[in-house]
């Protein structure tokens, strides 16, 4: 092998590594040399130290950065998302994502850091990291919003920060449906559902028995599933599971003369009303947690929808009224702690919703006001001449002619804006499934005052998936076997893995 077939192999392994989240010590690997040497016709290859690769991968990570810091510098306005991790060794991370649309109106997601936090996290402890990030980045003049989770501390170290906030409506979404289960006719019957879980979950041997009657009765082999409460749609997916086993399950457990009971027509019923309310809350999850395409604008769109569906109650039994009625009164209470002003603008700049139907009509003008303020402040101000400073006050007859003047260039600027706003209105509404960077893309010049505000507030997520998403990368990278890695290393490896995975076009 020559010497540049071997640089070539050895980066390959390099950029494999780090993408999928190998182990530094696979270099070590006798089968993985051997392969090498099969594959090239050189059997007296050897592989790289790990010294070696990790050399490469800190000049990898620096090659990779400095690409990314330089579309932050081309950005204008910037969103981040940040949320905490403990690993398994017990380390506390902090996990921070970027996004932006750039020039061409595409739009960006990708990590900026996953560090180790030694202090406590407080409030100002938080707020510090957020903005030691954005200095290091040099983005901390772009930022326009922050996304967290509605723990207290977040929500705290956001009120100390210079940016907008803005809860994950995931997290506010799953906490209401937390909230609407408790008290409701469906806690007997999910705990029910627990228990058959466990009952197959913990035996290896049940387990075993089970797979066999799902092929028995012509069905997919599955394993059930256990809701967590922090785990969204969890107990959505539980109950769907056991809908779609009852045959198998109610056979198994006859077989073994088990203790824990099938559940009973009546209860299978109440699971499948359960199933019908917690679909539509899975669906607006999964469509809010997408990181390659607009989700803020869809956030209050698809709140009214849920809305919606919760508000009707005809021939509903007693116990679904009440999850309906706490669903609506829970979900009301955390919607308007929101940064409800922010979802309003970026519903309104979206040209799929611009109609704004998911608004009250009283509230729908006073959206359009507060665009139209955000036109006004983007308007250049008018700077008086030095000469003009340093003069003497002007005679009350001229005065009264600059007030005059002053009023009328402000009549213009007011008229311009509404004519602006009114040319944007009459556009034809954008399908459904059409993306909105790109409509703004070919009317960017037709409208030019009003497409920075577009790319501002389209750029933020609606949710902290994101970071959620690290957070599981993060999970491969420490181990129980890797759990001595050092804080910067898994730094690097982490955004590395999540910066050579974004698929670009």
Same mark, same amino acid.
């Given at each position: ?18 993408? !999928? ?36 991968? /800190? ?37 921070? &994502?970027?996004?932006? $649309? ?30 030691? $990030? ?30 907008? /906030?803005?809860?994950?409506?995931? /997290?506010?979404?799953?906490? @209401?449906? @937390? ?9 007997? $019957? ?69 203790? $824990?009971?099938?559940? &009973? ?12 309310? +917690? ?25 009214? /929808? +849920? ?20 669903? @609506? ?35 729908? !003008? ?79 010049? &037709? ?15 609606? &949710? @902290? ?41």
């Amino acid at each position: 092998m020559t010497r540049s077939v071997s640089d070539k192999v050895m980066n390959a392994l390099v950029i494999w590594i780090a993408k !999928n989240c190998r182990p530094i010590n696979i270099v070590d690997d006798d089968g993985l040399r051997d392969i090498i040497r099969t594959a090239s016709g050189d059997a007296s290859y050897n592989m790289p130290s790990r010294g070696t690769i990790m050399s490469k991968i /800190h000049t990898l990570y620096d090659d990779e950065k400095a690409r990314r810091m330089n579309m932050l510098q081309q950005a204008t306005h910037i969103a981040l998302t940040g949320d905490h991790w403990t690993s398994v060794s017990n380390d506390n991370y902090v996990g921070i &994502t970027a996004h932006f $649309v750039d020039k061409e109106w595409k739009l960006h997601s990708f990590a900026l850091t996953v560090s180790k936090t030694e202090e406590r996290q407080y409030a100002e402890a938080c707020a510090d990291h957020f903005l030691d $990030v954005a200095r290091e980045w040099k983005i901390e003049d772009k930022l326009s919003t922050l996304g967290t989770d509605s723990a207290r501390n977040m929500v705290a170290a956001a009120r100390l920060l210079p940016f907008e /906030h803005l809860p994950c409506t995931a /997290h506010i979404l799953q906490r @209401t449906v @937390t909230v609407s289960i408790h008290g409701s006719g469906f806690e007997s $019957v999910l705990a029910k559902c627990r228990k058959i879980v466990g009952h197959f979950k913990h035996s290896p041997s049940n387990a075993h028995e089970l797979m066999e009657q799902q092929v028995a009765c012509g069905q997919k082999q599955e394993s059930l599933v256990q809701d967590v409460t922090t785990r969204w749609n969890s107990t959505l997916e539980m109950v769907k599971r056991i809908q779609r086993n009852k045959s198998p399950l109610t056979t198994t457990l006859a077989q073994q003369k088990s203790n $824990v009971a099938m559940l &009973t027509t009546q209860e299978l019923a109440k699971l499948q009303k359960l199933e019908e309310l +917690l679909e539509p809350c899975r669906y607006v999850t999964e469509l809010l947690g997408g990181e390659q395409y607009i989700s803020c604008s869809v956030v209050l769109p698809a709140l009214c /929808h +849920l809305f919606k569906i919760m508000e009707s109650t005809e021939d509903d039994p007693a116990y679904v009224v009440k999850f309906k009625n706490d669903f @609506t009164s829970d979900l009301s209470k955390r919607k308007d702690s929101t940064n409800l002003t922010w979802l309003k603008i970026a519903t309104a700049i979206d040209p799929r919703f611009k109609d704004l139907k998911c608004l009250p009509k009283d509230e729908r !003008n006073e959206v359009w006001a507060s665009l139209s303020k955000l036109l006004m402040a983007q308007s250049p101000g008018k700077q008086e001449s030095k000469e003009t400073t340093d003069q003497q006050p002007p005679k009350k007859r001229r005065i009264s002619v600059l007030l005059v003047s002053s009023d009328s260039e402000s009549d213009e600027e007011e008229e311009s804006i509404e004519q602006c706003l009114n040319h944007y209105k009459a556009e034809p509404k954008l399908h459904m499934k059409g993306c909105p960077l790109q409509w703004w893309k070919k009317r960017e010049a &037709t409208h030019a005052r009003l497409a920075p505000i577009a790319c501002k507030y389209l750029s933020t997520p609606a &949710t @902290t998936v994101p970071c959620e998403r690290l957070f599981s990368l993060s999970g491969h990278i420490i181990q129980k076997k890797r759990a001595t890695l050092s804080p910067d290393n898994v730094n690097r490896l982490v955004c590395l893995s999540n910066w050579l995975n974004v698929k670009e076009d």
